[in-house]
């Protein structure tokens, strides 16, 4: 059983952390939890981090009876209960906006159409949700595709960029500053103020992406 502390982080938000590293199985017993605290009258939301659950609860709500109540019903929290939606998403790589996929593919001392196999083979899982409004912090990018940062992030990432950073995978929903390696660009829309809920993807979501073609 993993080690579960709580702390409180305000006078009415407590956290509730794991020991690192991440993994598959605590993120799905930290999703297994949210879903248990639903119906819980004294809980008003909670907001999933990497290896660590976030939980806000009522102004009316006592923070330490809280605490004691998650504490008792964590060992409830079974990983396999809790299984999320699958989500294909097309990518362009290369070209315009995927400009770091032949820097990617030297740094490894393979061809580009080496990474791109490497990037779609796998079934990623959303471990959380940050950064920006729909952006997907993706668990499950092999080993041998794991690439350091820019040292100097780029002022202008365009929306859509699929990116590698260190041992995770990404998509941009905005145009923003960000320091991955592009590999590619997507134009499925990750966040959209008219659907409900706004967020393609949600944690606990797995998400595969295909190749519709390699720029040069």
Not at 31 to 36: D, F, H, R
Not at 69 to 86: C, D, I, K, M, N
Request: with cysteine; aromatic share 10%; hydrophobic share 40%.
């Amino acid at each position: 059983m993993s080690a579960f502390e709580i702390h409180p982080i305000s006078e009415t938000a407590v956290c509730c952390a794991l020991p690192p590293p991440a993994s598959l199985d605590n993120q799905r017993r930290l999703w297994a939890l949210a879903g248990i605290l639903t119906d819980w009258p004294q809980v008003a939301e909670t907001v999933t981090g990497m290896n660590n659950l976030t939980v806000f609860a009522r102004p009316d709500a006592a923070l330490e009876e809280l605490a004691a109540e998650l504490s008792r019903v964590w060992p409830q929290a079974v990983a396999a209960q809790y299984q999320g939606r699958h989500v294909d998403i097309p990518v362009v790589y290369g070209g315009e906006y995927g400009v770091d996929l032949a820097a990617v593919a030297a740094f490894h001392g393979v061809s580009v159409a080496e990474v791109v196999r490497r990037h779609t083979e796998p079934v990623y899982t959303v471990f959380m949700m940050g950064f920006q409004p729909g952006f997907p912090y993706l668990g499950g990018l092999p080993e041998h595709l794991h690439t350091p940062r820019h040292a100097v992030p780029r002022t202008q990432v365009p929306a859509g960029s699929v990116g590698i950073g260190g041992s995770q995978t990404g998509v941009y929903p905005f145009t923003s500053p960000g320091g991955w390696q592009l590999i590619g660009h997507t134009d499925t829309p990750l966040f959209q103020t008219a659907s409900y809920p706004p967020t393609l993807l949600q944690a606990g979501d797995t998400v595969r992406f295909v190749a519709e073609r390699i720029e040069p």
